[in-house]
C-alpha cells in the first residue's frame, strides 16, 4: 500500500476520527444510582458484537457523556492474551440504549469519513496481525489508544469509501460461510474418527476377562500408571531472556496437541532453561496428553516425533519398555475417549485435568494378535480421515488467504472502478481539518483533588487558657 491511487490520501487515524479508551472499573461502580450497559472485550467478536451477556456499572453523567456509544462507533479490544484477538473491531449500529464502553476497549469514532469503510480497513490490520506486531506487554499485548491514533489509513474520496465497503459487505459474508461450514466438517470429521475409536475400544472392553484357549485369559485391563511414567513440564520465566533467546531445545504447548503427531514447536528454549528449571526434555515416541486449555484443547493427545520439552499444560506418557509395543493402542485409547476423559476433569472456570487421574485411567487391553488387528482396522480408517482432514486444512487456509488478498486489494483501490467526478480525499480531510479548528478547545476542569482547600496549618496550645497558637510552616 506504498502507491496510492488518484484522489486518495493517506492520514493518521486521529485527524480523521476520536479515538478514546474506555472508562476503568472499579468493584465500587457495580452499585449506584446510575447504572448503565456497558461493553468489555468479550462482546467484541470477528463477526459482530455478542450482545447476550452485557454488563452493567455506575456511570455518572458526565462520565456517560463521555464514553457513550453512538451509531457508527467503532469498538476494538485494546488488549488480549492471546496475539490472534487483540484489536479485532466491530461497529455499533444503536443496538443498547445508553450503552458505554469499559477500558478493554478502544472506540472509534469518524469525524467524515465512512464509518464501514473505517471498520473494514481495521479489520484488515487486525486480520493480517499489526496490531499484534506493534502491540505492547508481555504476555497481556496491549495496542493503546496513543499507538492507534497514530496509525495510518489510506483514505480514498468519500464516494469510494462508500463503494468499497458495500462490495466488502456483499463478498466477505458470503465467505465467512463458507469457511465456517468447512470448519464445521472437520469438527464432524473429528467426531468420526472418535466414533470409529469408541466402538472399537467398546468392543474391547465387552471381552475384559474372556478366557480363551487352554483355560488363560486374554484380555484385560491396565491403569496407565502401570504401562507408563507420567510426568510434566513447566514454563521457564519469561522475565529470563537467557532461557529464550537463541534456544534450540523444542517447547511444547498444549495449543500444538491438536494434530495426531508434533514434529516441530512454535518456540524454542535455551539449555539453561532445561538445566536451572524443572522443565524435562521427553524422547521421541513420547504420548503429551492436554490437562487444560482453551476450547476443545483440554483431553487432546499427540505424538513427538522430535525430541521435546513442555510446558506445565501437557502430560507426558512415557510407555515402559516392556509396554512399548501397546504405545500405538494406548494414544488410539487417549484419542477414541477424549469426551469422556473430558467429563472426568475438575476445577471452575477452566476445569483441569491432572498427573494424578490421567495415571488412573484404565486402558482395555487385548492380546497382541487382536490389538495388531484393530489397530489395522482403524489405521485404514484414519487414513481415509488423514486424506479428508488435509483436504478440510487446504480449503481453509486458501479461504483465509483470499480473505486477505480481497482485503488488501479494497485498501490498495483496485477492488472496485474509480470516479475522476469523485471529491478528492484531500477535500474531505481540509473540511475535517477546519471544522475541528473551529470548535473550541474544551476547558480543562480541574479535579476534585485539586479543588480542595489547603489544610490549616498546625497549632499548638499555649496559656492557661488553652488557646491555639499556629506554628511556623
Given at each position: 500500500?506504498?502507491?496510492?491511487?488518484?484522489?486518495?490520501?493517506?492520514?493518521?487515524?486521529?485527524?480523521?476520527?476520536?479515538?478514546?479508551?474506555?472508562?476503568?472499573?472499579?468493584?465500587?461502580?457495580?452499585?449506584?444510582?446510575?447504572?448503565?450497559?456497558?461493553?468489555?472485550?468479550?462482546?467484541?467478536?470477528?463477526?459482530?458484537?455478542?450482545?447476550?451477556?452485557?454488563?452493567?456499572?455506575?456511570?455518572?453523567?458526565?462520565?456517560?457523556?463521555?464514553?457513550?456509544?453512538?451509531?457508527?462507533?467503532?469498538?476494538?479490544?485494546?488488549?488480549?492474551?492471546?496475539?490472534?484477538?487483540?484489536?479485532?473491531?466491530?461497529?455499533?449500529?444503536?443496538?443498547?440504549?445508553?450503552?458505554?464502553?469499559?477500558?478493554t476497549l478502544l472506540r472509534v469514532r469518524s469525524h467524515g469519513p465512512d464509518p464501514k469503510y473505517l471498520l473494514y480497513f481495521l479489520r484488515f490490520e487486525a486480520v493480517r496481525g499489526a496490531f499484534v506486531?506493534?502491540?505492547?506487554?508481555?504476555?497481556?499485548?496491549?495496542?493503546?489508544?496513543?499507538?492507534?491514533?497514530?496509525?495510518?489509513?489510506?483514505?480514498?474520496?468519500?464516494?469510494?469509501?462508500?463503494?468499497?465497503?458495500?462490495?466488502?459487505?456483499?463478498?466477505?459474508?458470503?465467505?465467512?460461510?463458507?469457511?465456517?461450514?468447512?470448519?464445521?466438517?472437520?469438527?464432524?470429521?473429528?467426531?468420526?474418527?472418535?466414533?470409529?475409536?469408541?466402538?472399537?475400544?467398546?468392543?474391547?472392553?465387552?471381552?475384559?476377562?474372556?478366557?480363551?484357549?487352554?483355560?488363560?485369559?486374554?484380555?484385560?485391563?491396565?491403569?496407565?500408571?502401570?504401562?507408563?511414567?507420567?510426568?510434566?513440564?513447566?514454563?521457564?520465566?519469561?522475565?529470563?531472556?537467557?532461557?529464550?533467546?537463541?534456544?534450540?531445545?523444542?517447547?511444547?504447548?498444549?495449543?500444538?496437541?491438536?494434530?495426531?503427531?508434533?514434529?516441530?514447536?512454535?518456540?524454542?528454549?535455551?539449555?539453561?532453561?532445561?538445566?536451572?528449571?524443572?522443565?524435562?526434555?521427553?524422547?521421541?515416541?513420547?504420548?503429551?496428553?492436554?490437562?487444560?486449555?482453551?476450547?476443545?484443547?483440554?483431553?487432546?493427545?499427540?505424538?513427538?516425533?522430535?525430541?521435546?520439552?513442555?510446558?506445565?499444560?501437557?502430560?507426558?506418557?512415557?510407555?515402559?519398555?516392556?509396554?512399548?509395543?501397546?504405545?500405538?493402542?494406548?494414544?488410539?485409547?487417549?484419542?477414541?475417549?477424549?469426551?469422556?476423559?473430558?467429563?472426568?476433569?475438575?476445577?471452575?472456570?477452566?476445569?483441569?485435568?491432572?498427573?494424578?487421574?490421567?495415571?488412573?485411567?484404565?486402558?482395555?487391553?487385548?492380546?497382541?494378535?487382536?490389538?495388531?488387528?484393530?489397530?489395522?482396522?482403524?489405521?485404514?480408517?484414519?487414513?481415509?480421515?488423514?486424506?479428508?482432514?488435509?483436504?478440510?486444512?487446504?480449503?481453509?487456509?486458501?479461504?483465509?488467504?483470499?480473505?486477505?488478498?480481497?482485503?488488501?486489494?479494497?485498501?490498495?483501490?483496485?477492488?472496485?472502478?474509480?470516479?475522476?467526478?469523485?471529491?478528492?480525499?484531500?477535500?474531505?480531510?481540509?473540511?475535517?481539518?477546519?471544522?475541528?479548528?473551529?470548535?473550541?478547545?474544551?476547558?480543562?476542569?480541574?479535579?476534585?483533588?485539586?479543588q480542595k482547600e489547603l489544610a490549616a496549618p498546625p497549632t499548638r496550645v499555649t496559656g492557661d487558657d488553652y488557646q491555639q497558637?499556629?506554628?511556623?510552616?
Amino acid at each position: 500500500m506504498t502507491d496510492l491511487p488518484s484522489g486518495w490520501t493517506r492520514v493518521r487515524l486521529d485527524e480523521v476520527a476520536e479515538v478514546r479508551l474506555g472508562r476503568q472499573r472499579s468493584p465500587k461502580n457495580h452499585t449506584g444510582d446510575n447504572m448503565r450497559p456497558y461493553l468489555r472485550a468479550a462482546n467484541v467478536d470477528w463477526n459482530g458484537l455478542k450482545l447476550d451477556d452485557v454488563k452493567s456499572m455506575n456511570f455518572t453523567d458526565e462520565e456517560a457523556e463521555i464514553y457513550r456509544l453512538r451509531p457508527g462507533d467503532i469498538v476494538l479490544g485494546e488488549a488480549s492474551g492471546s496475539p490472534g484477538e487483540v484489536g479485532k473491531p466491530a461497529i455499533w449500529n444503536g443496538e443498547i440504549e445508553d450503552c458505554c464502553i469499559q477500558n478493554t476497549l478502544l472506540r472509534v469514532r469518524s469525524h467524515g469519513p465512512d464509518p464501514k469503510y473505517l471498520l473494514y480497513f481495521l479489520r484488515f490490520e487486525a486480520v493480517r496481525g499489526a496490531f499484534v506486531e506493534h502491540s505492547r506487554g508481555v504476555g497481556i499485548h496491549h495496542i493503546g489508544a496513543e499507538r492507534l491514533s497514530s496509525w495510518m489509513v489510506p483514505l480514498p474520496p468519500l464516494a469510494e469509501q462508500r463503494r468499497i465497503a458495500a462490495a466488502l459487505e456483499g463478498h466477505l459474508p458470503r465467505l465467512r460461510v463458507a469457511l465456517e461450514q468447512t470448519r464445521n466438517i472437520g469438527r464432524r470429521l473429528a467426531s468420526w474418527e472418535a466414533v470409529i475409536g469408541g466402538a472399537i475400544l467398546a468392543g474391547v472392553r465387552s471381552k475384559i476377562g474372556l478366557v480363551v484357549e487352554d483355560g488363560v485369559k486374554g484380555w484385560g485391563e491396565a491403569a496407565i500408571g502401570d504401562l507408563a511414567m507420567v510426568g510434566t513440564g513447566a514454563t521457564p520465566l519469561r522475565s529470563r531472556k537467557d532461557f529464550y533467546e537463541g534456544g534450540t531445545v523444542p517447547w511444547v504447548t498444549s495449543g500444538l496437541l491438536s494434530e495426531p503427531f508434533v514434529d516441530q514447536s512454535a518456540e524454542c528454549i535455551t539449555e539453561i532453561a532445561v538445566a536451572e528449571t524443572s522443565v524435562k526434555v521427553w524422547p521421541p515416541g513420547t504420548l503429551l496428553v492436554a490437562m487444560y486449555g482453551e476450547g476443545r484443547t483440554r483431553g487432546r493427545c499427540s505424538e513427538l516425533r522430535i525430541a521435546a520439552a513442555t510446558n506445565q499444560a501437557c502430560a507426558a506418557v512415557r510407555l515402559k519398555p516392556e509396554w512399548d509395543s501397546y504405545r500405538s493402542w494406548v494414544k488410539l485409547f487417549f484419542q477414541a475417549a477424549y469426551e469422556q476423559n473430558r467429563r472426568l476433569a475438575s476445577g471452575g472456570v477452566q476445569p483441569n485435568l491432572n498427573l494424578g487421574l490421567i495415571r488412573n485411567l484404565r486402558v482395555p487391553m487385548p492380546p497382541a494378535p487382536e490389538r495388531d488387528r484393530l489397530l489395522e482396522e482403524f489405521a485404514a480408517q484414519s487414513g481415509i480421515a488423514l486424506r479428508l482432514r488435509t483436504a478440510i486444512r487446504l480449503a481453509y487456509s486458501r479461504g483465509g488467504n483470499l480473505r486477505k488478498s480481497l482485503m488488501s486489494e479494497a485498501f490498495a483501490g483496485r477492488l472496485v472502478s474509480q470516479d475522476p467526478n469523485d471529491e478528492p480525499a484531500s477535500e474531505l480531510l481540509a473540511r475535517i481539518r477546519a471544522e475541528r479548528a473551529a470548535v473550541p478547545p474544551k476547558k480543562k476542569t480541574r479535579s476534585r483533588r485539586t479543588q480542595k482547600e489547603l489544610a490549616a496549618p498546625p497549632t499548638r496550645v499555649t496559656g492557661d487558657d488553652y488557646q491555639q497558637e499556629a506554628l511556623p510552616l
